[in-house]
Each structure stands twice: as C-alpha cells, then as structure tokens.
C-alpha cells in the first residue's frame, strides 16, 4: 500500500500518546526490554511530521523477543515479517478509520544502533535551529516526493547520518533503511 507523505504541525499529544502506548505494549514482552524511547519526529517538540508514533525497543535478543510477537499483535500491531531489514523486529499499527499507519514498533538487540537514533532525536531536541533546518528539509523533501514515500525517506539520510556523526554517533548498520 502506497501512501501519500503528509506532514502535520506539531502535536503536544504524541508525547502522551507514547507513554500510553509504552504502558500497554512493555507487558506483552516476555522478556522485558532494556530499553523503550519515543523517537522519531513526534518525539521532537516543534517538529512538522507524519503523524507516526515511533517507538524503539532496545531487547538483549531478537530471538527472545519473538515470542512477545502474538500479545502485540492482539493489541492490533501487524508483524512485517517480510520487512527487508533482518537486524530488527518491525511492527506497525493503522487507524481504524482510514488504515493509515499511527505506530511504528522498531525492535532492535544491537544497542548502537538503538542510540544512534536517540542521538539524533536528542540533537534535535537540544538545538532549536538544527530542528528547524531539518523541518526545512522534510517539507522539501515532502513537497517534491509525496507520492514516493520511500525516496522521501532515503533523501533524509544523509542529513541524519551527518548529524549523528557530528554527535559521535556510530554508523548505520544498514546502509538505507527502507
């Protein structure tokens, strides 16, 4: 399913809407997670984004992770299982009114990678012209590739990629992540 990139101002709800569902996803774990942040743009005050929850969960192992799969499913998230990068566990939920996408679940046993996305999300959030350059580049990039979700996301890269880096961050263990 193909889906048009739609930014939206800011929402002071996505912070509350994260916690909600940290608390209700952290006891379908059967082995709890290290680690549950809110990350993403709706996990940047002030930033323009698509109207996704992303939620990362750092787990000691992937394998010890899948069998929490069901219980988060039957709080609506759908496994992709057929998602290309096998470094992580992906689930996403959809609106029931219009099926557009409302959660991301990205879990991941490889901590480097967890923290590069948190620095990134930390970066923005301590300076406020580093947010507004990157909000900048997401309604260009929205603008030109709207019915391209994924060159929206790929042309995002290299400015993420340069900020964590600049921050110490490590690399990407994948080199794009679709």
């Given at each position: 399913?193909?889906?048009?990139?739609?930014?939206?101002?800011p929402?002071?709800?996505?912070?509350?809407?994260?916690?909600?569902?940290?608390?209700?996803i952290l006891p379908c774990f059967v082995v709890p997670p290290v680690l549950v942040e809110h990350m993403g743009s709706t996990a940047v005050p002030g930033l323009v984004a698509k109207p996704i929850i992303d939620i990362i969960v750092l787990?000691?192992?992937?394998?010890?992770?899948?069998?929490?799969i069901p219980a988060l499913e039957a709080l609506g998230f759908i496994h992709r299982a057929d998602y290309s990068d096998t470094t992580k566990i992906l689930l996403m939920k959809r609106r029931a009114?219009?099926?557009?996408?409302?959660?991301?679940l990205h879990v991941h046993e490889h901590e480097a990678e967890v923290r590069r996305h948190l620095v990134f999300?930390?970066?923005l959030r301590a300076d406020?012209?580093?947010?507004?350059?990157y909000a900048d580049l997401k309604l260009d990039l929205a603008d030109r590739f709207r019915d391209d979700r994924m060159a929206y996301s790929r042309?995002?890269?290299?400015?993420?990629?340069?900020?964590?880096?600049a921050a110490g961050g490590s690399d990407r263990?994948?080199?794009w992540n679709p």
């Open positions: 399913m193909s889906e048009a990139v739609e930014l939206h101002q929402d002071p709800n996505w912070a509350a809407e994260f916690t909600a569902t940290r608390d209700l787990v000691d192992s992937l394998e010890a992770a899948r069998p929490s009114e219009d099926q557009s996408r409302s959660h991301h999300r930390d970066c406020n012209a580093l947010r507004d350059a042309h995002k890269t290299a400015f993420v990629d340069a900020v964590v880096r263990r994948v080199p």
